[in-house]
């Protein structure tokens, strides 16, 4: 059974830096995507950020291009973080950590196969 688990979501005032942490198991294939999207209240999910695990390509929306940074652990390949910087009151959501093994377009929910539950961000004014 495939399992994704975000974790590191907290409070922090602007300005402030997040570390979350996405884990994956339950699959061997070392070669596939995962992703970060965002979903604040009212609105619907929204892409973050994405990693290829086979090369290290990475995606960024443009709101998170420069303060947001998708790494992969360099002991455990199905581990992954999303370190956020400078944050701002507008990143205030669930973030949720989803995987696929293939897709056409990243920023497509639908283009991953498997969701985490999502992990609380608060930022404050």
């Known amino acids: 059974e495939v399992q994704v688990v975000e974790s590191g979501g907290g409070s922090v005032q602007s300005g402030g830096s997040l570390r979350l942490k996405c884990v994956a198991s339950g699959f061997t294939d070392s070669n596939y995507y995962m992703a970060w999207f965002r979903q604040a209240p009212g609105k619907d999910r929204e892409p973050v950020v994405c990693?290829?695990?086979?090369?290290?390509?990475?995606?960024y929306d443009d709101s998170a291009k420069g303060r947001f940074s998708i790494t992969q652990d360099e002991a455990d390949k199905y581990t992954l973080y999303l370190q956020m910087n400078a944050l701002k009151p507008e990143d205030t959501a669930v973030y949720y950590c989803?995987?696929?093994?293939?897709?056409?377009?990243?920023?497509?929910?639908?283009?991953?196969?498997?969701w985490g539950q999502g992990t609380q961000v608060t930022v404050s004014s």
């Open positions: 990693l290829y695990t086979g090369g290290g390509r990475t995606y």
């Open positions: 989803g995987v696929s093994f293939g897709f056409r377009n990243w920023r497509a929910q639908y283009e991953y196969n498997y």
